[in-house]
């Protein structure tokens, strides 16, 4: 316990959140390279998601693909591509690593929200006489948004997770005080890091949530909103007026 109380006094100190290498920069760092990573994965994975999930065509090989990409190892991949390209364009090989993870879930959410549409939804649209492009825009994507949404949840917390790899090709993020506590042992400072590293995905995670909830269209949720309880058929509903006594009382 006594380690927990210190890594919070260490989060709690306002020098550690000041000036050059503090919090509030190492925080920024590594939520510019989650946000920059998703965003590239997502120019990449949705289009060609949904048009996987439109067409029906492709889907083997994009889940050959994205099964292939979640078992690369990340920290192996980073180091292969800065020595690759050098140590001038880490930064470039970092974020184009992080958007490799991030595609497959994204990829997976963007198809798999457009395949579990009930095929006769679409019918429907294709007979009241909705073009292709119509369909996808005004039927397939607003249905398909949850899972979509789900797809770049699990991204994003990947991500996260997997930025505090950067801090060992000295690019910054919330990494540096885990490496730095390494080197000289100091667990407060690893420990905070790590603390704050967990409540950012948690944080992440509630958002993303939210963000589904609301994203399933009014008249879906009406659907799944639970009918309201009946009386039993045999139960009669004036068994217990003033009339019914009466008379029963007279028999």
Excluded at 125 to 135: F, K, N, S
Excluded at 137 to 166: D, I, Y
Aim: glycine residues 10%; proline residues 6%.
């Amino acid at each position: 316990m006594n380690l927990f109380g210190d890594a919070f006094a260490w989060l709690l100190d306002p020098e550690n959140w000041q000036g050059p290498g503090g919090l509030i920069e190492l925080t920024g760092q590594h939520l510019w390279f989650t946000a920059v990573a998703v965003i590239f994965a997502a120019l990449v994975a949705v289009p060609l998601g949904w048009l996987i999930g439109h067409t029906g065509r492709g889907r083997e090989l994009a889940v050959g693909i994205s099964g292939a990409a979640r078992a690369l190892p990340t920290f192996g991949l980073l180091f292969l591509f800065v020595m690759l390209v050098g140590v001038t364009l880490r930064g470039p090989a970092t974020v184009l690593v992080l958007v490799l993870l991030a595609i497959p879930p994204i990829l997976a959410g963007a198809y798999a929200g457009l395949e579990v549409i009930d095929r006769r939804t679409i019918d429907a649209a294709r007979a009241v006489g909705m073009t292709e492009w119509q369909i996808l825009w005004k039927v397939e994507v607003p249905l398909g948004m949850p899972l979509l949404l789900g797809g770049l949840r699990s991204a994003t917390l990947q991500v996260v997770a997997t930025v505090t790899l950067a801090a060992y090709l000295n690019l910054g993020g919330l990494g540096l005080p885990i490496i730095q506590g390494i080197a000289l042992r100091d667990y407060d400072r690893m420990l905070g890091a790590a603390i704050l590293i967990i409540v950012i995905a948690l944080t992440l995670d509630a958002l993303f949530a939210v963000l589904e909830t609301y994203a399933v269209p009014r008249g879906v949720r009406a659907a799944r909103a639970p009918e309201p309880r009946t009386a039993p058929s045999g139960r009669r509903a004036t068994a217990e007026t003033p009339a019914t006594t009466e008379r029963e009382e007279k028999n």
